[in-house]
């Protein structure tokens, strides 16, 4: 069998042959219109995941923009705690955001554990 996309092109090139070259004859009992009916739910199920598609890219690039100022805010924040003279970099609050200490000397030796 063949695959979805073959299998639209193959319903589209149907349709358009028959309004071309028949437009008036019945073929397996169906006029031209009631097999543009019979087909219309594959031709709609495709639109849908074409639009369905370009939203999911929409939403990924809304997220990656989004993530970039998330990411710039959390690196403020976690130099925010290595300042603060009653946190700083060995505190317990940057091992609860995730860091993990590698070197107990040096704030810039901290890495996502």
């Not at 589209?12 to 019979?38: H, V, Y």
């Not at 739910?41 to 995941?49: D, G, H, K, T, V």
């Not at 959390?74 to 130099?79: I, K």
């Not at 290595?82 to 890495?111: I, K, Q, W």
């Amino acid at each position: 069998m063949s695959g979805p996309k073959e299998i639209e092109d193959k319903i589209r090139r149907m349709i358009s042959g028959w309004e071309s070259l028949a437009p008036t004859k019945s073929f397996f009992g169906m006029t031209l219109d009631q097999f543009k009916t019979a087909v219309a739910p594959s031709l709609a199920a495709r639109e849908l995941i074409r639009d369905l598609e370009n939203q999911l890219a929409q939403a990924i690039n809304q997220r990656d923009a989004a993530d970039e100022v998330s990411v710039a805010k959390m690196q403020g924040v976690v130099a925010g705690v290595n300042a603060d003279p009653t946190e700083g970099p060995n505190s317990s609050l940057l091992e609860a955001f995730g860091y993990t200490m590698l070197d107990v000397d040096t704030a810039s030796n901290r890495a996502w554990g």
